[in-house]
Structure formats: structure tokens, C-alpha cells
């Protein structure tokens, strides 16, 4: 069973930057798309990013090119590289890897099967 293990959550201040990353913990085929969604408080669930076994990358709205998310060394490790951050950006961020349709929303579905991560937590401070 693959963990997705998340890293580089913390606080930091409105207009900061943070950068989260996402590691499996065993193989995952290249096929694999991998995302990021948070939970807000007072909010449902929600897309951040998606990348797909291509590179190729999808984001929510609510981005607006503050956030970019990517690969390096040719690994499975994803990474969310978020600036100008805001206040409503504190929640709960997880990573997720799942195969098939890249569609942000996909992961959200009910009965969706996939690869979940903790959580982890960013707290951005006004």
C-alpha cells in the first residue's frame, strides 16, 4: 500500500510563500495523476492543483496563478509552490494520486479510489 507522505506546512504571513511537497512512499507508475486539494474552514473539500503523468496541469479558480505545482528528477514527488498568500488560503492541505481522468474534480467524486495523504496543515496569518 503507497502512503503519500506531505511535508512543508506551517505558518507564515499574508503575502508569503510556502512550498508543500508530496512523496510517495513506494512505486507509483508514471501514469499517476497527482493533486492537491484542501479543506477550509467552513468550506466542502476543493481542488488546488492537478498534474498528470505528462506534466501537463490543471488549477482551481480561486488560484488565479498565485500556486504552481510540478515534478522534479524525473520522481513521483509533487510539489506546491504557493505565493501571495491570503488569509482564506488556511486550511488543510492533501496530496492524492489517483488514475484515470486528470479532472481536478475527479478525486471528490463519491466512491472515487485513489491515494490520500494526512493532511497537512498552512496557516496564513493576516
Known amino acids: 500500500q503507497v502512503q503519500l507522505i506531505e511535508s512543508g506546512g506551517g505558518s507564515v504571513q499574508a503575502g508569503g510563500s510556502l512550498t508543500l511537497s508530496c512523496e510517495p512512499s513506494g512505486y507509483l507508475h508514471r501514469g499517476y495523476n497527482m493533486g492537491w486539494y484542501r479543506q477550509v474552514p467552513g468550506k466542502d473539500r476543493e481542488g488546488v492543483a492537478v498534474i498528470d503523468g505528462r506534466g501537463d496541469t490543471n488549477y482551481g479558480n480561486f488560484v488565479q496563478g498565485r500556486f504552481t505545482i510540478f515534478k522534479a528528477n524525473g520522481k513521483n514527488t509533487v510539489y506546491l509552490e504557493m505565493n501571495d498568500l491570503k488569509s482564506e488560503d488556511s486550511g488543510v492541505y492533501t496530496c492524492?494520486?489517483?488514475?484515470?481522468?486528470?479532472?481536478?474534480?475527479?478525486?471528490?467524486?463519491?466512491?472515487?479510489?485513489?491515494?490520500w495523504g494526512q493532511g497537512i496543515q498552512v496557516n496564513v496569518d493576516s
Open positions: 492524492a494520486a489517483w488514475i484515470g481522468s486528470a479532472h481536478l474534480q475527479v478525486p471528490l467524486l463519491p466512491g472515487h479510489i485513489g491515494y
